[in-house]
């Protein structure tokens, strides 16, 4: 763990020994820190370089913070997830294009996602697949712009990995 990584503590009470000990190790080791909790100024909060408090009050049943604190963090937990998706170019639109198809069901889910995003039959959108080693942003990059998988794949990686970017060089260029 070190500066090019995020530790996210999370605890309802904003107290919790072992959350603030992880902070506190990761903020040793230089990552940025940031913390979740459902009470105002807990030590946790002031521990984290970027506090999310979210205040609740309290709990229709004392002593059970699944019920609206633990609601409560699993929703800011998701905005992060989404968030960071979005940032590291794994959408495209309202699309999560990062699929790893395992299975027939990622396979077909993939298989789909090329066939909505290009408008290429199911068909192609499987074949297209099946070349590109089922990297979903390769095969549309290929459908789109009639590149093969090398050239789809370097205009990628010239492009950090982001379909976007690599669709509007793709257009420029004349691909």
Do not use: Y
């Amino acid at each position: 763990m070190g500066a090019l990584d995020t530790v996210v503590g999370v605890s309802a009470s904003g107290r919790a020994p072992f959350v603030l000990g992880a902070l506190a190790e990761a903020s040793r080791r230089g990552a940025l820190t940031a913390a979740i909790s459902c009470n105002p100024g807990t030590p946790l909060s002031e521990a984290a370089l970027h506090p999310i408090e979210v205040i609740v009050g309290p709990e229709v049943v004392t002593g059970s913070t699944r019920l609206k604190a633990g609601t409560a963090q699993k929703l800011v937990l998701n905005m992060i997830s989404t968030i960071t998706m979005v940032r590291l170019g794994r959408t495209h639109g309202n699309t999560m294009i990062e699929v790893s198809a395992m299975n027939s069901k990622l396979a077909d889910r993939a298989a789909r996602m090329v066939g909505d995003l290009t408008g290429a039959a199911s068909a192609v959108a499987r074949a297209t697949l099946e070349a590109t080693g089922w990297h979903v942003k390769t095969a549309v990059l290929m459908i789109e712009h009639g590149l093969d998988a090398a050239g789809a794949r370097l205009l990628l990686e010239r492009h950090g990995d982001r379909l976007e970017a690599a669709m509007e060089a793709a257009g420029r260029d004349g691909a």
